[in-house]
């Protein structure tokens, strides 16, 4: 089983439903666990809400802090467009992958569903890519 990260700034909205997407659809898969650099505290009413209209429940999901000295631990590492290299340099030790996905915070819930769905695309993507 593959260990991913999906790292953002403030681990509230974009990296919780990378998580919950990556738990779905990656069961046995993928380890999913997501992270920031300056986590918020709490994760996003509309991501919470965007996501369960998908039948996935991340209200029990909370910000975490990224360590970096546990990125060596991972497999693949995946931030959604941030700016986390910014705000942890040392990310740029180890290969990762940016998503590069708005940031809906503070949008309207159609924007929330808008990048949910891309999200969704690319965990889709990255499982299958897995299983290869």
Known sequence: MKKVPFLCVGNSCRSQMAEGFARHYGNGIIKAH???????SF??????EVMA????????QS??????ARLGNYDNLISMGCGVQETCPT?????????????PMGQPIEKYR?????IEKLVLELVEGLKK
């Open 34 to 40: 997501s992270a920031g650099t300056m986590p918020a």
């Open 43 to 48: 994760v996003a009413p509309g991501a919470v």
């Open 53 to 60: 209209e998908k039948g996935i429940n991340i209200s029990r």
């Open 63 to 68: 910000p975490k802090h990224l360590d970096p």
């Open 91 to 103: 990310i740029f030790l180890k290969d990762f992958t940016d998503w590069g996905l708005d940031d």
């Open 114 to 118: 808008e990048v949910r769905d891309e």
